[in-house]
């Protein structure tokens, strides 16, 4: 198949001696342009003309004569299309309006936005003149920037426009880290009518796909929201979809992928000679998520839960190798590409519009980052933009859109062990567990991979990294006796444990009050009970665990609106801090804070005392709150103080 490329200007037809001309002038969608675009006319009918007065009105009275190029068209009638009629009256029998026409020139009755067979016709002389390749009657490619495009000094009749489907990029720079060609397609195939002395407008419609990437976020529920992930016991793990959500080192986190199937005019199968429609999804994965490439599913026409849905027979899965080949560890620097089988996707034509849900799993690994900036998940969609194969361009083409991110957090809290007379004391030989439940048995306490010290050689703070059972076994079979349960205070007191997952509450800024405020009370997640199991010698051993709440807070300025995310333009820089609890309330069963003091530091003191302490009230000891706010997110460390004597006590930073 062959189709004649001109150089990018006019090149009209033969005009007779009494010829009329009119143009076509083409317009990019919103803020696209049509840069690198290429466009191709050809005459399918020429046509004449004449106005006059019928019953007192005025009309317009029109006359077709086929191009005698597509002549082999109406004869063979290749894709059934025309039936009994010939290609002049299947044209006219879509127009509601024929024989009279007198408010729209643009067509013979055609160009009804959106008509499905004059899509399909289209489509159809689209593929005829790429297989018999006739020659366009003028050609042209949209400069640097161009908004529009027009074909002038064109002899008045009926054409099909066709159109690479190529397009610039959006106004303004590309999003940072897309692709340099991360732009927009939209195959071009128009039937219009050029007239005398008029302009032909064309506005185009970008079709280009696009894609969307959400992570689970447990701190969102929706009652509303059906489509998520499911616990071992096939319950659905409260939540919603959103663009950031944080946890634990070792705890799984669910994503999903949304498109839909494209329009693909132009693009067919092998049954027509065709090379099908080029779609792939391309996924980087920060060094801190681990895939599970076991957990990849694919859905074209609703999402997971529909098509569990016995009911409903409209949603169905793709699997692969059938339908998608699933490359892990591409050579492209990717964590993993689903690269769909063309002649396999092009069959999805017929369904155009229907929605492409993708989902698979990861873990978060030892290699997370702290914090900020967290741990990204990137993903693009690559996809067919020229159905056109020609002797300069012999292999089909594709373009990219741009990224898009989610983000994974996990935070990180410190304790000091001192004197309860003085905080300046510090205490060594200590030991703790970290329960994730007040009643948990000490052998199902957090495991830890103990890191290099931080601090000074004379006041060294002992660092540990959160890890599950399976990293354990990963961690001990590479470095045997590197892994522990059991926390152990330094000279400094201090202990840093990094990688556990948060509660969530709003914490923003009061321009009026001129003070850090929380908004709400905090969710049940991210609560800890450190629980001591060997005290400091010449000290007596805590009876009762501290309760402690790690916070991620979304921060915003009064002043904005503020993104719900947490992740939009709208955020503003927070404060790291220390909250400590001076007084609480008993509000449904729990104990809430009710007062609060703002430390400097994010790490809280665990004092001990050479007397016996008596428990407080409730059982659950001294309890402490702390915020450490952050740019985007606000990571903190909550308790609860309970007991009268606990809030007369100084309470100094570190």
Known sequence: MALTMLATVFAGLSASANAQFGSITIQAPGDLTLEGQDFYVYQVFSVTYRDIVVNGENVRRYAYELNPDFQGYEDNDPNGILGTLTLREYILAQNTDYPYRDTDPGAFGPDIPGSPAMIALSESLNQYVINEGLSEVATATGGVGAKTLQFTDLEIGYY?????????????????????????????????????????????????????????????????????????????????????????IGDEVFFRLSTEVPKMPGYYGDDEDGFGYLFSVHDVMSEGLTFDNTSVRIFVGGTLDQFEDSANTTVIELTAPTHYDLIVGPTDGHTFDIVFKPLEFVKLKERAGDPIYIYYKATLNTSAVIELPGNPNDVYLEYSNNPFVTEDNPEPSTTKTPWSRVIVYTG???????????????????????????????????????????????????????????????????????????????????????????????????????????????????????????????????????????????VYSETYIGSVDGLGEDSVEAVWGLLLALETAEQNGQTIAVEWVVLPEAAFYVPNSASPEFPGTGGIGRNIFIVAGISLMGFALVGLVVTSAVRKKKVAAK
């Open 412 to 554: 990180k809290m410190s304790f000091i062990k001192v004197d309860e007379e003085d905080e300046l004391a510090t205490l060594p030989g200590a030991e703790f567990l970290l329960l994730r439940n007040a009643n948990d048995d000490d052998d199902d306490a957090i495991w830890f991979q103990r890191l290099p010290d931080a601090g000074t050689s004379a006041n060294p703070i002992y660092v540990y990294r959160v890890i599950s059972n399976a990293q354990r076994t990963v961690i001990e079979a590479a470095t045997p006796d590197s892994t522990t349960q059991v926390l152990v205070t330094p000279q400094s007191g201090e202990v840093r444990i990094l990688g556990l997952g948060a509660g969530y509450d709003e914490y923003k800024y009061d321009n009026i009050e001129d003070k850090w405020e929380f908004e709400g009370t905090p969710d049940q997640y991210g609560i800890y009970w450190l629980k001591e199991i060997k005290a400091p010698d010449g000290y007596y051993l805590r009876k009762d665990p501290i309760m402690a709440q790690l916070l991620i807070c979304c």
């Open 160 to 248: 099909l426009v066709l159109g690479t489907g190529y397009a610039g990029v959006q106004a303004g720079s590309p999003p940072p880290d897309s692709s340099t060609d991360a732009q927009v397609i939209y195959p071009v195939h128009i039937l219009v009518t050029v007239l005398d002395e008029e302009d032909t407008i064309v506005a185009l419609k970008a079709d280009a796909p696009t894609i969307d990437k959400e992570i689970w976020n447990h701190h969102f529920d929706d009652d509303n929201v059906l489509d998520g992930p499911k616990d071992a016991g096939e319950d659905r793990i409260e939540g919603d979809w959103w663009r950031w959500n944080d946890v634990s």
